[in-house]
Nanobody, 119 residues
């Protein structure tokens, strides 16, 4: 399976962006899809997750501003970002955890998309 993240760009503080994570390749099951971000000089951190059952979780720093969602067949996962702040500037990555079959788990990452928020 491969993931392609897109939708990043330059936006003013207070603005919005929607990131997309497109999956190619089939999986028997998908457990979770996560969005991570990594700012220069900082560790990569998880910002949002969605499970196969549709449960979502968010980092405190972006709660009530970001929303993770997916389409019906898990082909695309989205991260809607609103009220963006300069601290949100980072490379954003998506990650999928699942399995090709009952004996072969997978843990794949997308290549990252850059979000720059100007103040």
């Amino acid at each position: 399976v491969q993931l392609q993240a897109s939708g990043g760009g330059l936006v003013q503080a207070g603005g919005s962006l929607r990131l997309s994570c497109a999956r190619s390749g089939s999986l028997l099951k998908i457990d979770t899809v996560d969005w991570y971000r990594q700012a220069p000089g900082k560790q990569r951190e998880v910002v949002a997750s969605i499970t196969s059952g549709g449960s979502t979780s968010y980092a405190e720093s972006i709660k009530d501003r970001f929303t993770i969602s997916r389409d019906n067949d898990w082909t695309v996962t989205y991260l809607q970002m609103t009220s963006l702040k300069s601290d949100d500037s980072a490379v954003y990555y998506c990650r999928i955890q699942g399995a090709y079959d009952p004996w072969t788990p997978t843990d794949a990452w997308g290549q990252g998309t850059l979000v720059t928020v100007s103040s």
